[in-house]
């Protein structure tokens, strides 16, 4: 429950978030799907195979926001050595994706030191060009460079995520459903201004983006036909 729930949560509301932020690119989504999956049915996670542009953007959400920025600890099995430095058997390892620093962290012994070394992950500047900004056009649709990203957002060695398929097939659902179905627009305040949200991330091993408002509408008549048909229990 805890591995699979808030995981797939905060990537879906990143997914929101960032589409609030780059409409150009929630429009350039809408007709891919569109032209892929038409108007008269509801998408399925089998048409991912024909959206690249959607997988990019799935991919550049867990880039830009991956669901536990700080991994999961890891502990070594043996004694190993890094450009140098000695890891010892025991030693908890943490590898940092999220932020600018690839950190080493290591507690000699659980009661010696701290070190933390510093290399480039998800946010390398030298890979991803503007690590901060969303911009799924930078993996040129070649998937090779897309399971770079899902690398590192799901995970080390034989404790990498077990639930990585399930995450797609129900992170995909949303994105998908809510892009055939629906504009993702901000919400507006009480003198009709749009309220564009700022990206804020909470601390702690899953991190969440700040609570924000947004406006789903959905895009025609036939979408909100087509929704009320699912969402209707027999
Ligand atoms: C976008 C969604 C998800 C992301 C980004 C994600 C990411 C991760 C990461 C980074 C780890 C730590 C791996 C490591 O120790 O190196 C992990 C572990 C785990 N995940 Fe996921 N996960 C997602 C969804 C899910 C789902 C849907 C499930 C289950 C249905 C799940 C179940 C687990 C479990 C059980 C572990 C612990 C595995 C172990 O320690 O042996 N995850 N996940």
């Known amino acids: 429950m805890g591995g699979g729930l808030d995981t797939n949560m905060t990537t879906a509301l990143s997914f929101f978030l ?23 049915r509801l998408p399925e996670v089998k048409d991912i195979a024909s959206l690249p542009f959607i997988r ?3 991919t ?18 043996q004694d190993d050595s890094y450009n140098g430095m000695l890891i010892k058997k025991g030693i908890m390892v943490m590898a940092s994706v999220w932020y600018a620093l690839y950190s080493i962290l ?62 797609f097939g129900t992170v995909y659902s949303i994105v998908l459903t809510t ?5 993702i627009l901000p919400a507006l305040n009480a003198n009709g201004d749009k309220i564009i949200p700022s990206v804020k991330y909470s601390s702690g091993n ?9 406006h789903l509408k959905t895009r025609s008549s036939k979408a909100e036909t087509l929704l009320a048909e699912v969402a209707t229990v027999p």
Request: net charge negative.
């Open 206 to 214: 899953i991190s969440f983006p700040e609570h924000f408002p947004l």
């Open 106 to 167: 290591y507690i000699l012994g659980f009661s010696g030191g701290v070190h933390i070394h510093t290399r480039h992950m998800l946010h390398d500047p030298e890979v991803y060009p503007d690590p901060m900004d969303f911009k799924p056009e930078r993996y040129n649709n070649d998937d090779a460079e897309m399971q770079k990203v899902i690398n590192l957002a799901f995970g080390f060695g034989r404790r990498a995520c077990p639930g990585i398929h399930f995450a």
């Open 56 to 58: 990019s953007i799935v």
């Open 18 to 40: 960032d589409m609030l932020l780059y409409p150009d690119i929630q429009h350039k989504e809408q007709i891919e799907v569109d032209s892929v999956v038409g108007t008269d």
């Open 179 to 183: 892009l055939a179905t629906c504009d």
């Open 60 to 77: 550049e959400v867990l880039r830009l926001h991956p669901a536990i920025p700080m991994g999961i600890p890891h502990a070594v099995t």
